[in-house]
């Protein structure tokens, strides 16, 4: 094989699993179709593990970032942003949180970002805090919880999408504080999105006792980044009706 020593040609085979090829490496040392069919196994194990991981992160469908209009916010930080998309985000073990009212593109940054790690080859969760949670608190057993919570503490990155949209008692407290706690002792990052200043999150949890605690771990090592901005779902709906009615107007005439 080209450019590869006998050791690497092995090393190869090895991380891939081929022992059978690498049984009878004396007899097929030389053979030049060695070369292709390592980089034939490499390419589709690589597109399985991306598929495997697309799937896993529930990312799902979401506009890309060259879509977004970062004329329309009044204030936002793009270089912070553009930090979220770096090699080096999951590398530093921070969190990042985005504070700012509905329909401002909270939820296409996060998308974006966790299918730029994915595509890296990190693996991510994508999860809004309602179904996280619910799905946490569903479990019946100490058992099945510390299963579940796996789900939320292995990933590399956990994007958690749409905190502060409903209230949850402290049964759904604790367990975002159990959530935070593991990756936080772990030093793996979340991406998280609020519409509601931490001074507020009293309300998304009213009653708890672990809120302060629970903020506290989540911004200790975060970048928090804030927009300002009229909701551009509005904006684009009064567009598309403003259209629509000259549209009808037109026909008319």
């Not at 004329?71 to 073990?93: C, H, N, Q, Y």
Request: one cysteine or more; proline letters at 4%.
């Amino acid at each position: 094989m080209p450019d590869l020593t006998p050791n690497e040609t092995k090393d190869r085979l090895k991380n891939l699993g081929l022992f059978g090829l690498l049984a009878c490496w004396e007899q097929l040392a030389d053979k030049p179709w060695l070369g292709e069919v390592l980089a034939i196994e490499e390419r589709e194990r690589h597109k399985r593990s991306l598929e495997r991981r697309l799937k896993n992160s529930r990312v799902a469908a979401f506009k890309p970032m060259t879509d977004f209009d970062w004329s329309w916010p009044k204030k936002i930080d793009r270089e912070a942003v553009d930090d979220l998309f770096a090699p080096g985000f999951l590398a530093t073990g921070h969190n990042a949180v985005l504070v700012g009212p509905n329909g401002v593109g909270k939820t296409m940054i996060l998308k974006n970002v966790a299918h730029q790690a994915v595509v890296r080859g990190h693996t991510v969760r994508f999860s809004t805090a309602s179904d996280m949670l619910a799905d946490l608190a569903a479990q019946e057993s100490s058992a099945a919880l510390a299963r579940r919570l796996r789900r939320y503490t292995v990933p590399a990155l956990l994007c958690i999408d749409e905190v502060g949209y409903l209230s949850y008692d402290s049964r759904y407290a604790d367990l975002l504080f159990e959530v935070v706690t593991r990756r936080y002792d772990a030093q793996k990052p979340i991406l998280l999105s609020t519409n509601k200043a931490f001074a507020d999150w009293g309300q998304v949890f009213p009653h708890a006792a672990c809120v302060v605690t629970l903020v506290d771990r989540l911004v200790h090592r975060a970048e928090v980044i804030e927009i300002e901005a009229e909701s551009y779902r509005l904006k684009e709906a009064k567009e598309l009706s403003a259209t629509r009615t000259k549209q009808r107007r037109t026909k008319k005439h």
